[in-house]
């Protein structure tokens, strides 16, 4: 088994566990008729992994008609995202998987019985962890297995993801200006001051999250949960869906207001809902609160490698490098290298794209 890291290196969490189907998921070989089944066992590592926000896939050497009719007869086709079912080389489907999903190599678990199976994926593939199909009702007691915290946004990860792909394949086939494609799509954002169970989420999305991240700074658990309790600080959180599902959390705020002047201190939002506008809809909705209440908006933002795309975000909303007197109401910005740029805010109309439901700012606590 090449899985394990050596122990003087972090755990890295995989993210998608890729099954063979013979005598590894199931037992018995579909193709000498064989009547397969899936051992109790196997059954609840494949629920737990999934319970866990760790995606699944197939890559099998089959016929991919009867043994994809066999998985949905065994009620597990479900729990897999993507299938690599034909006659090629392991290690080649392994990598559309990977690719597909969009995840690095490392991030990738392989499960087979066959011992050449498994070198030959290591081989092409030396970051794919492989794993023995003896090993696969021990994967939820190892620590690659396990991660740190699961939200309920990961434990619906399999979901969501299958949701975008139908969500995706509606949109290459939509013949039409892109405006009237998201309209279609009933979109709901949801803005609104973060609970104590939403923290997990949001540290999960400020961690994930580079490039609409407008200062690339991670806040913890504990970082969130302590201004949670500061009434001079609110903390948003911003969740989305539409007709196919829950996109979940997408986005985060952090907002010290004051009578005067607003401080954005932070937005981050998700990568997967640029395209729907989410990060322009935030800001347009905080600069209406902000001129609702008379006070001017600065906001914190520090270029990173990735960045570029808030600043065009900023830049597109109105802020500039104005130096207003504002400014001197506000503490020295943490570390070094973080803007400050100022906008004074004029109502903003409503999105004409999507649905906001959002809480009031602008009036008393």
């Not at 090449?2 to 890729?18: A, N, R």
């Not at 969500?167 to 001051?193: K, T, W």
């Not at 347009?284 to 490698?305: C, K, M, Q, Y």
Request: net charge negative; proline share 6%.
């Amino acid at each position: 088994m090449s899985g394990p890291l050596p122990p003087s290196e972090p755990v890295t969490t995989v993210k998608c566990v890729v099954w063979d189907l013979d005598n590894t998921l199931w037992k018995g070989t579909l193709l000498e008729g064989d009547d397969v089944v899936i051992d109790d066992r196997v059954h609840e590592t494949v629920v737990g992994l999934d319970s866990r926000g760790i995606l699944q896939a197939v890559a099998s050497k089959n016929d991919h008609g009867p043994a994809w009719q066999r998985l949905e007869e065994l009620g597990v086709a479900e729990y897999f995202v993507a299938a690599r079912i034909g006659w090629g080389p392991k290690s080649a489907s392994v990598r559309e998987i990977a690719d597909e999903l969009k995840f690095a190599h490392h991030t990738i678990a392989f499960v087979d019985d066959q011992p050449a199976e498994r070198a030959e994926v290591e081989f092409h593939l030396p970051q794919v962890r492989c794993y023995p199909a003896e090993s696969a009702t021990e994967l939820l007691t190892l620590p690659e297995f396990t991660p740190a915290t699961v939200t309920v946004d990961s434990r619906r990860r399999r979901q969501m993801y299958q949701a975008n792909v139908r969500r995706q394949a509606e949109q290459e086939s939509y013949d039409g200006p892109s405006e009237e494609f998201l309209r279609s799509l009933d979109l709901v954002m949801e803005i609104g001051r973060a609970t104590a169970g939403d923290l997990s989420r949001m540290e999960e999305l400020t961690l994930r999250t580079s490039q609409m991240n407008a200062t690339g700074v991670h806040y913890s658990d504990a970082d969130l949960r302590a201004l949670l309790d500061d009434e001079r600080h609110e903390v948003l959180a911003v969740t989305m869906s539409d007709r196919f599902g829950s996109h979940g959390a997408v986005g985060v705020a952090l907002v010290r207001t004051g009578p005067a002047v607003w401080h954005l201190k932070l937005l981050a939002t998700s990568c997967r809902v640029v395209s729907f506008g989410a990060g322009a809809t935030v800001l347009n909705w905080l600069i209406d609160e902000a001129a609702t209440a008379g006070a001017h908006l600065v906001a914190d933002f520090r270029p990173t490698s990735r960045n570029r795309i808030m600043e065009v975000a900023y830049r597109f909303a109105g802020f500039t490098d104005e130096r207003c007197g504002c400014l001197a109401e506000l503490p020295p910005p943490d570390g070094g290298g973080t803007q400050r740029l100022h906008l004074t805010p004029v109502p903003r109309p409503a999105p004409d794209t999507l649905r906001l439901n959002a809480v009031r700012l602008a009036t008393a606590r």
